[in-house]
T-cell receptor, first 111, second 115 residues
């Protein structure tokens, strides 16, 4: 079983749509969780951290369910500029240790 | 936020040559840096952990004699792909944290194409 698994995608949605991404992780001892965004042939950029209490940043809402080892990202009112690959990312050991990346889900927002 | 600089962005080289990629932390000291590789439509895969002043730690399946890592200072780590072959063509990305909160900051990546 892969350490981090995501929806395979791609997701093609019209502008203004709401889209949800799901992710599961295998190591129950994982310490911290993130969503990164990656544009084609660019480095990943941190979108937001994910907490059990849920957190929101504008149109983006992330949620962590430790019991089911499940992470989600919700994007409301999609913009063309949201088109990218969204990476579910886990830091298993915590602190300054490597991140483990999901394969990513490609989102295309269409006018 | 913290900035990580990676150079070069693109490299095209002939098979058999060696390529050096530099990764610098610009506004913080990084005792540890991480090198990842990403093939098309695949996830980032950790290659090795670069430790300042000591030997790098390589992931299973990554040849340490082929991918030489040097972390001689708190702000610079280098990855040298020795005797490059076409199958080494990939997107190489370095990263560093340093704040202890689990977040990593990434260099802009190096697209290596070996002919």
């Amino acid at each position: 079983r892969k350490e981090v698994e995501q929806d395979p995608g791609p997701f093609n949605v019209p502008e203004g749509a709401t889209v949800a991404f799901n992710c599961t992780y295998s190591n129950s001892a994982s310490q911290s969780f993130f969503w990164y965004r990656q544009d084609c042939r660019k480095e990943p950029k941190l979108l937001m951290s994910v907490y059990s209490s849920g957190n929101e940043d504008g149109r983006f809402t992330a949620q962590l369910n430790r019991a089911s080892q499940y992470i989600s990202l919700l994007i409301r009112d999609s913009k063309l500029s949201d088109s990218a690959t969204y990476l579910c990312v886990v830091n298993i050991k915590g602190g300054n240790t490597p991140l483990v990346f999901g394969k990513g889900t490609r989102l295309s927002v269409i006018a | 936020g913290a900035v990580v600089s990676q150079h070069p962005s693109w490299v095209i080289c002939k098979s058999g040559t060696s390529v050096k990629i530099e990764c610098r932390s610009l506004d913080f000291q990084a005792t540890t840096m991480f090198w990842y590789r990403q093939f098309p439509k695949q996830s980032l895969m950790l290659m090795a952990t670069s430790n300042e002043g000591s030997k790098a730690t390589y992931e299973q399946g990554v040849e340490k004699d082929k991918f030489l890592i040097n972390h001689a200072s708190l702000t610079l780590s280098t990855l040298t792909v020795t005797s490059a072959h076409p199958e080494d063509s990939s997107f190489y990305i370095c990263s560093a944290g340093g704040q202890g909160d689990g977040k990593l900051f990434f260099g802009s990546g190096t697209q290596l194409s070996v002919l």
